[in-house]
């Protein structure tokens, strides 16, 4: 089973600071997800990457498949970005089986 | 075009009883999955469906079952009902089962289920 480790739990920001969500896992994997879960539970994708740097608007996610990491940034942070932030890794061996969650990261950005 | 529809989105069961939750996958979307959320936690994966079989099943009791139908579509059964049953219960669904780089798998807002 993929283990998969998520830090900070939580995360408190001020408007336009600048976020790091990390996250490690266990073994070798195809692909990486980022997902974004707000209040009332309906989970988006966020990202789905497998190497390097992806970015889309603010968010940009990297992945070193050596380390077993990734991250999750956010530029100029806005409160409309709390929310609960989850990295997700296959299961198995290919990037469309089941997955394993992280625990995510709350964030909650002040105005 | 709609994105993953789940129903009912809240619903309330006693100890004992049993329920049935359910899922529509995207258009053309032939794998879903059911992933279990209690509060403060991330998703724990329940079963997945590809084609109308099961494909995958996690560690949950026999008490769960599921079975994905020709439309693909799928339904959630869970007989009964424990109070640590109460949880965020996700549909996912994908184009495929495995493979392709673009599989990304698109959720549902889920159902929550509140055992009393």
């Known amino acids: 089973k993929n283990e998969v480790e998520q830090s900070p739990q939580n995360l408190t920001a001020q408007e336009g600071e600048f976020i790091t969500i990390n996250c490690s896992y266990s073994v070798g994997i195809s692909a990486l997800h980022w997902l974004q879960q707000h209040p009332g539970g309906g989970i988006v994708s966020l990202f789905m990457?497998?190497?390097g740097k992806k970015k889309h608007g603010r968010l940009i996610a990297t992945i070193n498949i050596q380390e077993k990491h990734s991250s999750l940034h956010i530029t100029a942070s806005h409160p409309r970005d709390s929310a609960v932030y989850i990295c997700?890794?296959?299961?198995?061996?290919?990037?469309?089986?089941?997955?394993?969650f992280g625990e995510g990261t709350q964030l909650t950005v002040n105005p | 075009d709609a994105g993953v529809t789940q129903s009912p989105t809240h619903l309330i069961k006693t100890r004992g009883q049993q329920v049935t939750l359910r899922c529509s996958p995207i258009s053309g979307h032939k794998s879903v999955s059911w992933y279990q959320q209690v509060l403060g936690q991330g998703p724990q994966f329940i079963f997945q469906?590809?084609?109308?079989?099961?494909?995958g099943r996690g560690n949950f009791p026999d008490r769960f079952s599921a079975r994905q139908f020709p439309n693909y579509s799928s339904e959630l059964n869970v007989n009964a009902l424990l109070l640590g049953d109460s949880a965020l219960y996700l549909c996912?669904?994908?184009?495929?089962?495995?493979?392709?780089?673009?599989?990304?798998?698109?959720f549902g807002a889920g159902t929550r289920l509140s055992v009393l």
């Open positions: 469906y590809y084609e109308k079989e099961e494909r």
């Open positions: 990457l497998s190497s």
């Open positions: 996912a669904s994908s184009l495929v089962l495995r493979g392709s780089w673009g599989n990304i798998q698109y």
């Open positions: 997700a890794v296959p299961a198995g061996e290919t990037s469309g089986s089941r997955l394993t």
